[in-house]
């Protein structure tokens, strides 16, 4: 079956521009995750959805990230006013449920901030 | 937060086993212990992951120390295809720096 998909693969943005990232879920996986891994860095965990229950944004690093998703499926991170800091891959995993699911990641978006 | 230690780095023979120690001294008594590895230019692959019983499956075996505070993953026969950056994640959600793995012909 298809895995988690995520668009685009590559992004290049100017500084100060919003950028949207977009990550498809496993069909029937409830639980989304967001991570980000900068070069040669390990991954950093953004933000976690679990069903229909508030999402835990613990790990969102300013006001400029947010994310959403739809019921159960797509999932879209956004980036306002990006800063070359931003410049990473960013990586979305999904999963049958919370701790204990093993988490399947999709191929990422390198995102360039220039 | 569970604070995790792995050596930075590893090397290893093909063929051979290949044991991947992790420290988490403060771990909490319900969290998992989770195993992923990066390949290069890769997202992480779920690898093991076990509570407090030792665990095998297809890919690797976990040990888990019987206080919790450490573990080991354990590659029968390494492969090529085993080099890359092994994590130990105890505290759900954090994947610190990991271990990288070379594995030399």
């Known amino acids: 079956g298809a895995g988690v998909s995520q668009s685009p693969s590559n992004k290049v943005t100017e500084k100060g521009k919003d950028v949207e990232l977009r990550c498809d879920p496993i069909?029937?996986?409830?639980?989304l995750y967001w991570y980000r891994q900068r070069l040669g860095q390990g991954l950093e965990f953004l933000i976690y959805?679990?069903?229909?229950?508030?999402?835990?944004k613990s790990g969102l690093p300013s006001d400029r990230f947010s994310a959403e998703r739809t019921g159960e499926s797509v999932s879209t991170l956004t980036i306002q006013r990006t800063q070359q800091e931003d410049s990473a891959v960013y990586l979305c995993?999904?999963?049958?449920?919370?701790?204990?699911?093993?988490?399947?990641f999709g191929p990422g978006t390198r995102l360039t901030v220039t | 937060d569970a604070k995790t230690t792995q050596p930075n780095s590893m090397e290893s023979n093909e063929e051979e086993p290949v044991h991947l120690p992790c420290n988490h001294s403060t771990i909490s008594g319900t969290d998992y212990i989770h195993w992923y590895r990066q390949l290069p230019s890769q997202g992480p692959e779920y690898v093991i992951h076990?509570?407090?019983s030792n665990v095998n499956n297809r890919m690797a075996s976990l040990a888990i120390a019987e206080d919790r505070k450490s573990s080991t993953l354990i590659l029968h026969r390494a492969t090529l295809r085993d080099a890359a950056v092994y994590y130990c994640i105890p505290d759900w959600l954090i994947f610190g720096q990991g271990t990288e793995l070379s594995v030399k012909p």
């Open positions: 959805f679990q069903g229909n229950s508030a999402p835990d």
């Open positions: 995993a999904s999963s049958f449920g919370g701790q204990g699911y093993e988490q399947y």
């Open positions: 076990g509570l407090t």
């Open positions: 069909s029937g996986h409830t639980a």
